[in-house]
């Protein structure tokens, strides 16, 4: 009897893969990652602020995150 392996991808991972399948093994077997682009530092600051808004409230809208956030 031949035991069953679960392998869990996210949509992200597919299209990497789907793209080159060596970038893919980079990526997520190595973990070797490209550097951050401006646009993806800003959104995991989003992302941070929501977190924050959880447990402290909202942040204020003094920044670009915090603005972004707000509309959302």
Same mark, same amino acid.
């Given at each position: 009897?031949?035991? #069953? &392996? ?5 949509? %992200? ?7 080159? #399948? ?7 077997l190595?973990?070797?990652? %490209?550097?951050? $682009? ?5 959104? $995991? ?6 977190? #924050?808004?959880?447990?402290e ?5 003094? $920044?670009?995150?915090? #603005? &972004?956030?707000?509309q959302?």
């Amino acid at each position: 009897m031949e035991k #069953e &392996i679960e392998i869990l991808l996210s949509a %992200s991972q597919l299209g990497t893969a789907d793209q080159c #399948e060596r970038k893919w093994g980079f990526t997520y077997l190595d973990g070797i990652r %490209s550097p951050s $682009t401006d646009s993806q530092k800003l959104g $995991t600051t989003v992302h941070s602020h929501a977190e #924050e808004w959880l447990g402290e409230g909202p942040p204020p809208p003094i $920044t670009k995150a915090g #603005e &972004i956030f707000r509309q959302g």
